[in-house]
């Protein structure tokens, strides 16, 4: 039901930014929680950042906190996710995924993945 397409991946040097966009498609954009994952070469996939439906509230896995910042802009079904003071460690490929909240558990179910984008951060 909603298709998610990231871009903006690329190669970048540590200590760079980086603005990564998930753009979804369908009327019910804003209904949905956004997520950002990555997956490391080797390592198992985990989460970045979530924001709201409507973008008022957000939560970071510590590894971020204070260098990525995710927003979203409903009118344009569009999900972003600002990289700043890039890391190697940072380097992964990095899905975007939409959720729903589920009352019954107080849990967010990811429904729906892009194909994810590449970031490689260099030394």
């Known amino acids: 039901q909603v298709q998610l397409v990231e871009s903006g991946g690329g190669l970048v040097q540590a200590g760079g930014p980086l603005r990564l966009s998930c753009a979804a498609s369908g009327r019910t954009f804003s209904s949905y929680a956004m997520g950002w994952f990555r997956q490391a070469p080797g390592k198992e996939r985990e989460f970045v950042a979530r924001?709201?439906?409507?973008?008022?509230?957000?939560y970071y896995a510590d590894s971020v906190k204070g260098r990525f910042t995710i927003s979203r802009d409903n009118a344009k079904n569009t999900v972003y996710l600002q990289m700043n003071s890039l890391k190697p460690e940072d380097t992964a490929v990095y899905y975007c995924?939409?959720?729903?909240?589920?009352?019954?558990?107080?849990?967010?179910?990811?429904?729906?993945w892009g194909q994810g984008t590449q970031v490689t951060v260099s030394s």
């Open positions: 995924a939409a959720a729903t909240f589920r009352n019954w558990s107080k849990l967010y179910e990811y429904m729906y």
């Open positions: 924001i709201t439906g409507s973008g008022g509230d957000t």
